[in-house]
């Protein structure tokens, strides 16, 4: 397993950006895919993006898709998801997350973070 941890979130208005990183510790971040997932109060975890071993394919939520980008740098062992555009429907908890390969499904998914809160105020 890897050791994650998650910054960036915080408080921004409908319509404004943040970036959200995620580093992990160790030797073998690249040889884990990544995902980030969001969970909203009241509801499940859902999944948000996710991109593959080298960074070469991504996946995304039809939710985000055109708004969120994800992206990796092997070389610093972090993974980021930058958010434009955002909607108050956005706000949540957001969790990156190591798996083998990239999955929409959380069960699949070995490693967590510890969570950053995002809020879209309206």
């Known amino acids: 397993q890897v050791q994650l941890v998650e910054s960036g979130g915080g408080l921004v208005q409908a319509g404004g950006s943040l970036r959200l990183s995620c580093a992990a510790a160790?030797?073998?971040?690249?040889?884990?895919?990544m995902g980030w997932f969001r969970q909203a109060p009241g509801k499940e975890r859902e999944f948000v993006a996710g991109i593959t071993r080298s960074g070469g394919t991504t996946h995304y939520a039809d939710s985000v898709k055109g708004r969120f980008t994800i992206s990796r740098d092997n070389a610093k062992n972090t993974v980021y998801l930058q958010m434009n555009s955002l909607k108050p429907e956005d706000t949540a908890v957001y969790y990156c997350?190591?798996?083998?390969?990239?999955?929409?499904?959380?069960?699949?998914?070995?490693?967590w973070g510890q969570g950053t809160q995002v809020t879209v105020s309206s």
């Open positions: 160790g030797r073998t971040f690249r040889s884990y895919a």
């Open positions: 997350a190591a798996a083998e390969v990239v999955t929409y499904r959380s069960e699949d998914f070995g490693s």
